[in-house]
Every structure is written in structure tokens, then in C-alpha cells.
């Protein structure tokens, strides 16, 4: 019987499960705080995609892409009276259309038949549409809520590292961008959370773990993952990768395809028909619902496609829109020395320690191939577009939160190799849980003072009264939460650092006087 070969390492203490639960509610307190602090329809295509959840809660099906048009009564939500509901709205309107496309046909019903169910759920047509929406942003939440225990739970298998493993649950917390698009009305946060338990499984067929159930998940998983977006299209290559390079070279080649074909076999039955229909019916792989919306033009006489051009504002775009680029056009933009210098410590470092011949390193090289996909996909993607339309798009940073849990595993690879010692490694645990904790609050008062507050990072009752007219939840409910959340994660470093960011020798069971340096975790051998 097929056994979990790596199940032999350090047992998970009761605090580790205490400091990434408090990590846990901290995140969802942040969420929730995104969820209703933002205004309505500051959050990339939030308009777009509630018109198509309301156009399934009211029946109207899922036409061909450019065939759905924006429900008269969504495009009136912004300027709705107090009193007014959306069941009111939509009967006043008689359920009619603007001329505007919405372009979310494209994409795979899958999220918006989702969505309406849980508007039916609240009764949807009797609440307000700030109601409603919240309802849909608080679905996304509930989405992308588990990451950080994911991102935990992938970092300790594949190092070995309690101490490592709990900074990835808090590095979760300090890319904001994520927040804020978990907690909008998007179809990115299913994706997100489907992507990380498929990479968490499939490290864990990486470090041996070679149970039939283990492979059924995971197949299922990436099913899942791609039956909501195109985005998740990546993970195919990433998990076939992943399969056929486990066990090596102890596990013959033969057997590994088989099980690499069986799995993939699975995913395809529960989430390939619909690309399968778009090749039928379409003839390819995903049809463009943006052509009426921004239609084939050619380049003026003379010029033509600028690779130049197209890297840079591919480049820049990418990493502002990772780590913190809100607003309906992304047009609040958290510091340039933020996520620039996030940019470069994170790629410099997992490029150049990550991949070092050392044990784990062909775990490394398969988490790898999951951006890389992302980046051949969405270059190809957005180079195209380039070339029909003149305009550089489709270049956002959400679209590689699919791999998110791989850039955090990656990371805390190369970051405990760049540390090298004991102590360079507690100091840099407690440092980077500290700036992404740190990062996580500061990014809501950011956003809030972004349009409340004159762009001003400040409080003021002016203000506090323009968020109380914007948001659908009582000022003081969100001020306490936000404290909430502030002592939560202040809580969850402090018992980190003083119960498992400690010297070895002060760890439970540790000998009196262990060297530190040579009782280094090592990663699992691949």
C-alpha cells in the first residue's frame, strides 16, 4: 500500500496551530475590512462582474461572449436612494439592458452561478445594492481565507521549518493587492484558493507522499481551479511536472506517466468541457469578449509592434498591481519603494538561492515551472492583444496570485539559505512577519485615506463621515475591527517569537547547548 514517505518529520506543536489560527483571524478580519471599506465598484471589473451574478440570479443564462449587456438597474446601483432595493430597481428598470458590454462571458459560468446562489441565499432582491454587493465581496473572502494556513502548511513540508513555515502564513498577509481583490466581486478568488491546495498537494506528491487519495485531490483540485478562470490554465503544465519528476529516479519513468496521465485524466473530466466547447464552438481556447469594447485596430502606417515598450509597461504594471495598485483603475497606488523593493528582494532572492544544487532542489525547479507558466501564458496573451488592438493590456499582477503559494515556498527556500545561521534566521522571521503584519493594516488606512482623506494617509471626522456615506457597515464596527485585527497579528508575533522563533537550544527537547548552526533545518530531498 502507497504510504506518505515524508511523515517522519517534526509533529505540529499546539503552538503553531495557535499562532497560524490568530494569523488566520487576522486575515479575515482584514478581508472583511477590504469588503466594505472600499467603495462600490473600486475594484477592478466589480461592476462587470455583479451584472453577470445578477444577470444568473434573475435567469437570463450565460450567452456567448459580447452577447451579455450590463442590466440597466446595475448601472444605476452607484446612485441608488437609501430606500431604494434591488428588486426595486430591476422591476422599475424592467430588467433592461444598457448598450454596454459585459464582457464576463468569456469566462466559465462556474464563480457568477456561484454568486447568485448565495444572492438568493440573503434574499437579494430586498436588499440595498451596497447589501448585495457586500454579500458577493464577502463570498470572495471566505475564497481566498484559507491561504495562509496553505501557504503554512506548504512552506513545512517543504522545508521542514516550523519557524519558516509560520512566516509564510504571515507573508500571505503582506501582499494587500491580494486582500483587495479577495474581498471585491471577482472571479480571481476561487482560482486563488484552488491553485494553492493544488500546489500544497502537489508538494506534497513532490516529498513522497504517493497515497491514491493524495492524487485524487489533487486532481480534483485542479479540475476545480480550472473550471472558474483561464487563469488557472498554468497549474496543467505545473502539476504534469510536478507528477512526472516525484519519486525520481526510485520510481520508474512508466510509472510516473501513468499516474501523471491518470491524474491529469481526472482533472480534464471535471473541468476541461468547457475549453473543450470553446474549441468546438469558437475555435479557441477562450474568445475574446472585449472586441466590441476595444475592437482590432492596426498600428499607423509605418510602426508597428514596440518590444521595448510592451516589456516596460508589461514590467511595471505586473509589479505595482501585485503588491498594491487599488481602486476600480487601479489608480491608488501604495508607495513605488514598496513594491518595487518587494520586487527585487523577493525575485533577487529566489533567483539566486532557490535553485542551488542542494536537497529539495528539484522540489524547487517544479514550483518554479507554475510562474514561469503564468508568464508564457500571459505574455503570449497580452502580446497578442498588443498586436490587434496598439494597446499594452491584460498585464496584471492578480492574474499570478495563482502561484502565489509557490512564490511564498520559493521564498522561504532561498531566504533560509541567504540567512545561513540560527540566528539570521530567527531575525528574519520575526522581520518579515513583522512587515507583512505591519503592511497588511497599514494598506486598509491607505485605501480608506486614498479616497476619503484627500489621498492623505490620516483620520479625520470629514473623513469618517465620507466613508460612513460610502460604506454599508457602521463607522465604529470598522474602526474595532480594525484595532481587532491589529491586535490579533501583534499577539500572533509575540508568541511566535518567544515560543518558536527561538534559539535551537531553547526549543522544547533541544539539548542543552546544541550548536545552533549545525542543527539548521534542512528541506525535504527531492
Excluded: C
Excluded at 475549453?275 to 482590432?296: A, D, M, Y
Excluded at 516589456?311 to 489608480?331: H, N
Amino acid at each position: 500500500m502507497a504510504t506518505d514517505a515524508t511523515d517522519t518529520h517534526e509533529p505540529v506543536r499546539r503552538v503553531e496551530r495557535v499562532v497560524v489560527a490568530a494569523v488566520t483571524v487576522a486575515f479575515a478580519l482584514v478581508l472583511f475590512l477590504w469588503a466594505a471599506v472600499v467603495p462600490a465598484f473600486q475594484a477592478p471589473d466589480e461592476r462587470a462582474h455583479l451584472d453577470a451574478v445578477v444577470h444568473v440570479a434573475i435567469g437570463d443564462g450565460w450567452p456567448d461572449p459580447g452577447r451579455l449587456h450590463v442590466l440597466q438597474a446595475v448601472d444605476t446601483f452607484d446612485d441608488a436612494p437609501s430606500s431604494a432595493t434591488v428588486g426595486g430597481l430591476l422591476d422599475a428598470t424592467d430588467a433592461g439592458t444598457t448598450d454596454t458590454v459585459d464582457q464576463m462571458t468569456q469566462h466559465p459560468p462556474t464563480y457568477y452561478a456561484v454568486a447568485a446562489g448565495v444572492l438568493h441565499a440573503v434574499d437579494f432582491r430586498a436588499l440595498h445594492p451596497d447589501q448585495a454587493l457586500l454579500a458577493v465581496r464577502l463570498l470572495g473572502a471566505l475564497f481566498v481565507l484559507p491561504l495562509p494556513a496553505l501557504a503554512w502548511a506548504t512552506v513545512r513540508r517543504v522545508t521542514r521549518s516550523p519557524r519558516a513555515a509560520l512566516v509564510g502564513a504571515f507573508a500571505v498577509l503582506g501582499v494587500p493587492e491580494l486582500a483587495s481583490i479577495g474581498a471585491s466581486a471577482s472571479n480571481d478568488a476561487p482560482v486563488v484558493l484552488f491553485a494553492g491546495t493544488t500546489v500544497w498537494l502537489a508538494v506534497r506528491v513532490l516529498t513522497g507522499d504517493r497515497r491514491a487519495r493524495t492524487a485524487i485531490a489533487l486532481a480534483l483540485s485542479l479540475g476545480v481551479a480550472i473550471l472558474f478562470k483561464g487563469t488557472a490554465l498554468p497549474l496543467v503544465p505545473f502539476v504534469a511536472v510536478a507528477l512526472l519528476v516525484a519519486g525520481a529516479p526510485t520510481v520508474r519513468l512508466q510509472v510516473r506517466a501513468l499516474r501523471t496521465l491518470g491524474v491529469l485524466a481526472l482533472a480534464a473530466l471535471v473541468g476541461a468541457w468547457w475549453w473543450l466547447r470553446n474549441l468546438v464552438v469558437f475555435h479557441t481556447l477562450q474568445p475574446s469578449g472585449f472586441e466590441s469594447i476595444r475592437p482590432p485596430q492596426p498600428f499607423p502606417a509605418g510602426t508597428g509592434p514596440d518590444p521595448f515598450r510592451f516589456a516596460d509597461v508589461s514590467w511595471s504594471t505586473i509589479a505595482r498591481t501585485f503588491w498594491g495598485s487599488f481602486g476600480g483603475r487601479a489608480q491608488w497606488i501604495i508607495s513605488p519603494v514598496v513594491f518595487e523593493t518587494a520586487t527585487v528582494l523577493a525575485l533577487g532572492a529566489i533567483l539566486l538561492w532557490a535553485f542551488r544544487r542542494a536537497p529539495g532542489l528539484r522540489v524547487a525547479i517544479a514550483l518554479a515551472v507554475l510562474p514561469a507558466a503564468i508568464l508564457v501564458f500571459q505574455t503570449a496573451n497580452a502580446w497578442g492583444s498588443y498586436e490587434s488592438t496598439t494597446v499594452v493590456g491584460g498585464t496584471q499582477g492578480r492574474y499570478y496570485f495563482p502561484a502565489l503559494v509557490a512564490f511564498v515556498a520559493l521564498s522561504a527556500i532561498a531566504w533560509r539559505r541567504a540567512f545561513g545561521t540560527d540566528a539570521g534566521h530567527r531575525r528574519g522571521a520575526f522581520v518579515v512577519s513583522g512587515l507583512s503584519a505591519a503592511l497588511a493594516v497599514y494598506a486598509v488606512v491607505f485605501v480608506y485615506g486614498s479616497f476619503a482623506e484627500h489621498a492623505r494617509v490620516r483620520v479625520t471626522p470629514t473623513g469618517l463621515e465620507t466613508l460612513a456615506q460610502s460604506s454599508p457597515l457602521p463607522v465604529p464596527l470598522l474602526v474595532t475591527t480594525w484595532v481587532l485585527a491589529l491586535v490579533v497579528l501583534v499577539a500572533a508575533l509575540v508568541v511566535a517569537r518567544r515560543r518558536v522563533w527561538v534559539p535551537r537550544d531553547e526549543e522544547p527537547g533541544a539539548m542543552p547547548g546544541a550548536h545552533p548552526r549545525r542543527a539548521v533545518d534542512t528541506e525535504v530531498p527531492a
